[in-house]
């Protein structure tokens, strides 16, 4: 079982960058896929970036490809958002996710990902 806790979201004008962070407790943080999604209010949650067990394998929503940039820190036990050239669309609560059995086809669909953070508020103002 892995515990997740997101940080680094806030209020942030349109151009500018954010790094979000996620903290997983637990053993074997190495072993889980990670993922970040994403939720706007009335919308659904949407996928927007995942990375493997050992980074070599990343996906991206066409929305923020280019943009974002996913990473891990397997020995800190974090995985990372890195988000450049915010837009005002890109305002959201960011949730991170993990699995272990996932396979990158799956990255997509939430209902592939069995643990899920709280969450944390990113806002851009334009």
């Known amino acids: 079982q892995v515990q997740l806790v997101e940080s680094g979201g806030g209020l942030v004008q349109a151009g500018t960058s954010l790094r979000l962070s996620c903290a997983g407790s637990?053993?074997?943080?190495?072993?889980?896929?990670m993922g970040w999604f994403r939720q706007a209010p009335g919308k659904e949650r949407e996928f927007v970036a995942a990375i493997n067990w050992n980074g070599d394998i990343t996906d991206y929503a066409d929305s923020v490809k280019g943009r974002f940039t996913i990473s891990r820190d397997n020995a800190k036990n974090t995985v990372y958002v890195q988000m450049n050239s915010l837009k005002s669309e890109d305002t959201a609560v960011y949730y991170c996710a993990a699995d272990r059995t996932i396979y990158k086809i799956n990255f997509h669909y939430t209902g592939h990902w069995h643990y899920w953070g709280q969450g944390t508020q990113v806002t851009v103002s334009s």
């Open positions: 637990g053993r074997s943080f190495s072993d889980y896929a």
